[in-house]
């Protein structure tokens, strides 16, 4: 070995040992500095390829990219929401799950611009599911959202070969604002199932469509079923108040599908001459009629139908008692806490539930210990119905949260689901919970998560439809 003055040295010298240590020093540094710029440039390159694929709409190659890498590599955030995005492109949530783990470390606030995304596209990527309750649960979901952008979605959706899909993709466009240009929408009203033509009627009813007045006018003229009754109420919104007479007349026919097509919506129009035969309605001879009416006196809100929801919440049949006393909390008057705290001790859990309900909605928090026990019913829809009790509560104490996070993870997915949809009307603390449940194993329970995160980020005020304020 040559030492540094040129001559034969001894590896064992003293002087040997520290010159070779500063040497490797000095290579290590050199060489750490050449593969650190180098890891700088392969980063930046992979970032600028992914950006270049991303532009043009190659969002395979992105993700192709992104999976391709070594173990290990350390990928830029910008690389990562390119992936991200690419997966939600392709309709691919799981993975583009998996990349706002790491986008969004815990503890750390949600980023609204990739979770809205994301949930979108745990709904949308089931609107073709071979399943029917899920392509029904998809479809639901975008009803209760209301989203022009789904536009396409939606007037796909008027296509499928199931009923309830169609009819809520129609809920769905009137809901978005779609229902007055869209011409997919009107010839949906050829539609075979009555459904979903009532579906069409009722859209183009809200959104005012004056050029369909003569249809429905005919329409009104010429059905003899239920058609008929939401075509007078379409033309009543509209401004043919006179056909509200139409209406009350039809809640007093002797076919029970007019009377309960028209006490449900004389309860939804709220007009004070209405209240009458809605109060009546309670004494039908038919359990369902009378389940009806209850429904539509609470629907109705007025505090004068607090007697005929009295007489109800004594009826032979549980789901009119169960109604009834859900209505009761509607009303907002304090006095009804007497009589639902009875109910609340009734053999059957359905008129408990209701009585649940209706003390939450009129702010006694008494109830929550009800609800909670409740969630722990051995019948799954008994827990639904505490879960979904539990979702009028905006700012739920923490035993509440605890009954929701416990029904989140129950083994029948119906529970599940009511509890993911609660959360919808919880605060945004609710995020981690309902991230995770976007992993569930069922996609019914998945998109009622995904349909919860996006009420919050989009309506971080409101409450969901389906719930009242306490």
């Known amino acids: 070995?040559?030492?540094?003055?040129?001559?034969?040295?001894?590896?064992?010298?003293?002087?040997?040992?520290?010159?070779?240590?500063?040497?490797?020093?000095?290579?290590?540094?050199?060489?750490?500095?050449?593969?650190?710029?180098?890891?700088?440039?392969?980063?930046?390159?992979?970032?600028?390829?992914?950006?270049?694929?991303?532009?043009?709409?190659d969002?395979?190659?992105?993700?192709?990219?992104?999976?391709?890498?070594?173990?290990?590599?350390?990928?830029?955030?910008?690389?990562?929401?390119?992936?991200?995005?690419?997966?939600?492109?392709?309709?691919?949530?799981?993975?583009?799950?998996?990349?706002?783990?790491?986008?969004?470390?815990?503890?750390?606030?949600?980023?609204?611009?990739?979770?809205?995304?994301?949930?979108?596209?745990?709904?949308?990527?089931?609107?073709?599911?071979?399943?029917?309750?899920?392509?029904?649960?998809?479809?639901?979901?975008?009803?209760?959202?209301?989203?022009?952008?789904?536009?396409?979605?939606l007037e796909d959706g008027l296509l499928d070969s199931a009923i309830p899909v169609r009819?809520?993709?129609?809920?769905?466009?009137?809901?978005?604002?779609?229902?007055?240009h869209s011409g997919a929408l009107r010839r949906a009203l050829g539609d075979p199932a009555p459904t979903v033509r009532i579906a069409v009627i009722n859209a183009l009813g809200e959104a005012k469509a004056q050029d369909m007045v003569p249809?429905?006018?005919?329409?009104?003229?010429?059905?003899?079923?239920?058609?008929?009754?939401?075509?007078?109420?379409?033309?009543?919104?509209?401004?043919?108040?006179?056909?509200?007479?139409?209406?009350?007349?039809?809640?007093?026919?002797?076919d029970p599908d007019l009377r309960m097509a028209a006490i449900g919506m004389l309860g939804r129009l709220k007009h004070p001459a209405s209240l009458a035969i809605l109060s009546r309605a309670v004494y039908d001879p038919l359990p369902s009629v009378r389940a009806f009416a209850a429904g539509a006196l609470g629907e109705f809100g007025s505090p004068e139908g607090t007697g005929a929801l009295l007489h109800a919440i004594g009826d032979e049949t549980a789901m009119v008692r169960g109604i009834a006393a859900a209505s009761l909390?509607?009303?907002g008057v304090p006095d009804n806490r007497p009589v639902l705290q009875a109910l609340a001790r009734d053999a059957n859990w359905q008129v408990r539930a209701g009585a649940v309900e209706g003390l939450l909605r009129l702010g006694d928090f008494s109830a929550v210990p009800l609800a909670i026990a409740l969630a722990r019913h051995a019948d799954p829809s008994a827990r639904g119905a505490a879960a979904q009790a539990l979702g009028l509560l905006s700012?739920?104490?923490?035993?509440?949260?605890?009954?929701?996070?416990?029904?989140?993870?129950?083994?029948?997915?119906?529970?599940?689901?009511?509890?993911?949809?609660?959360?919808?009307?919880?605060?945004?603390?609710a995020l981690p919970l309902l991230l995770k449940t976007l992993r569930d194993s069922d996609a019914t329970v998945r998109i009622a998560a995904a349909t919860s995160i996006l009420w919050l980020l989009e309506r971080p005020s409101a409450r969901r439809p389906s719930s009242g304020s306490p």
Not at 220 to 241: C, H, I, N, Q, W
Not at 396 to 423: F, G, H, I, N, S
């Open 167 to 180: 009819a809520r993709a129609i809920e769905a466009m009137g809901k978005a604002g779609l229902a007055k």
């Open 215 to 254: 249809h429905l006018l005919e329409i009104s003229r010429k059905e003899d079923g239920p058609e008929s009754v939401f075509a007078d109420a379409a033309l009543y919104r509209m401004g043919r108040t006179d056909k509200l007479n139409a209406i009350m007349s039809a809640a007093t026919l002797p």
């Open 395 to 429: 700012n739920a104490p923490p035993q509440a949260r605890a009954a929701l996070e416990t029904l989140l993870q129950d083994q029948q997915p119906y529970p599940r689901l009511m509890a993911a949809k609660a959360l919808g009307n919880s605060s945004d603390q």
């Open 59 to 153: 969002y395979p190659a992105v993700t192709a990219l992104y999976q391709t890498q070594p173990a290990g590599t350390a990928f830029s955030t910008e690389f990562l929401r390119l992936a991200f995005m690419s997966y939600v492109r392709l309709g691919r949530p799981n993975e583009a799950l998996s990349i706002y783990t790491r986008l969004v470390q815990p503890g750390q606030p949600d980023d609204p611009a990739l979770l809205r995304p994301l949930a979108l596209a745990v709904i949308t990527g089931h609107v073709r599911d071979p399943k029917e309750p899920v392509r029904i649960a998809a479809y639901t979901a975008l009803a209760e959202l209301g989203l022009p952008e789904t536009a396409p979605i």
């Open 1 to 57: 070995m040559v030492n540094a003055g040129g001559g034969k040295g001894n590896p064992s010298a003293p002087h040997a040992v520290p010159f070779f240590s500063a040497t490797h020093l000095v290579v290590t540094v050199l060489l750490g500095s050449v593969i650190g710029a180098h890891a700088v440039a392969t980063a930046s390159s992979l970032e600028s390829t992914a950006r270049e694929l991303f532009k043009l709409g």
């Open 329 to 331: 909390g509607k009303l």
